[in-house]
């Protein structure tokens, strides 16, 4: 499977791109990466050198790869940060030369989390009014989900009127990558919504912030997606290969995901995956 990521991208460390894209090598899938910003580091760590890839860069990118005839052989586009909604129409515009093909795209809508809004002026409302209606895949997480729906979420039957709504507006499927309004102490749901009923998968809550967990998880959504093209084995496959990492990490006391140390880890369970829950 040929997937084309566009995300940020670190020098030092395991976010975007730099998480993305050794993940979906190890997993058998060929990905093309190119930045849509490109940092010493995290931005967590309180500094960080660099700074946005023009649009146009991005636009010549993908017009080069159409010109050599192998944006064709495209199966997905997998999109992430977003440092302008410029930027945002560069990579629509990338996606739907790809989906002109048959790719699907799978849409990761970095916008914040635990209340902030991170996202740069004009990028929220790209993804709700631009990118959402296109994208095939949506992977807000529960602040991401509430923001772009404007649905206040207390419990599971607003997780999925949120979640129904968002999958209204066009894609087939709709994650929750991080659920937690009425789980049992330390636990998280991760839920999705597709055609077929809403799925979970139930995690251990572990006592500490990941940064690169969501652009793991979105990557390995869409490898499992492309190969079974099932919400659910996906949903399952990837929280497997997610938790793989999260526990290596965590057990290494090291802030980065421990992507390298445990691919092997995470490649065994992505493989096996597990049981998705079906809820309704």
Not at 7 to 21: E, P, R
Not at 211 to 218: K, N, T, V
Request: with cysteine; net charge negative; glycine share 10%.
């Amino acid at each position: 499977m040929n997937i084309l990521t566009l995300q940020s991208q670190v020098v030092f460390g395991h976010v975007g791109n730099s998480a993305a894209t050794f993940a979906l090598q190890r997993v058998g899938c060929e990905a093309w990466a190119a930045p849509t910003v490109q940092l010493s580091n995290h931005p967590g760590y309180g500094q960080a050198r660099g700074g946005p890839v023009e649009p146009s860069l991005i636009e010549a990118l993908a017009a080069g790869l159409e010109a050599i005839g192998v944006l064709r052989d495209c199966d997905a586009v997998l999109t992430g940060y977003l440092p302008s909604p410029q930027t945002g129409e560069a990579a629509l515009e990338a996606a739907r030369r790809a989906k002109a093909s048959g790719a699907i795209w799978l849409c990761d809508p970095v916008i914040g989390d635990e209340g902030r809004i991170y996202a740069r002026p004009g990028v929220l409302e790209f993804l709700r009014e631009r990118a959402a209606p296109e994208a095939d895949i949506l992977t807000p997480n529960l602040f991401e989900l509430e923001t772009l729906t404007g649905v206040a979420i207390s419990g599971l039957p607003d997780a999925r009127n949120a979640m129904q709504a968002m999958r209204a507006q066009g894609p087939g499927v709709v994650v929750c990558t991080s659920f937690d309004r009425d789980t049992p102490a330390g636990a998280l749901d991760v839920l999705a919504l597709d055609g077929k009923g809403l799925w979970r998968v139930r995690a251990p809550r572990l006592d500490r912030r990941f940064e690169g967990a969501g652009d793991l998880f979105a990557a390995l959504f869409l490898a499992a997606y492309l190969e079974t093209r099932s919400a659910s084995e996906a949903l399952a496959r990837a929280c497997a290969g997610v938790a793989a990492t999260l526990a290596a990490t965590f057990a290494s006391g090291e802030r980065e995901l421990a992507l390298i140390g445990a691919q092997d880890a995470m490649a065994t369970a992505f493989r096996a995956g597990g049981r998705a829950e079906r809820l309704a």
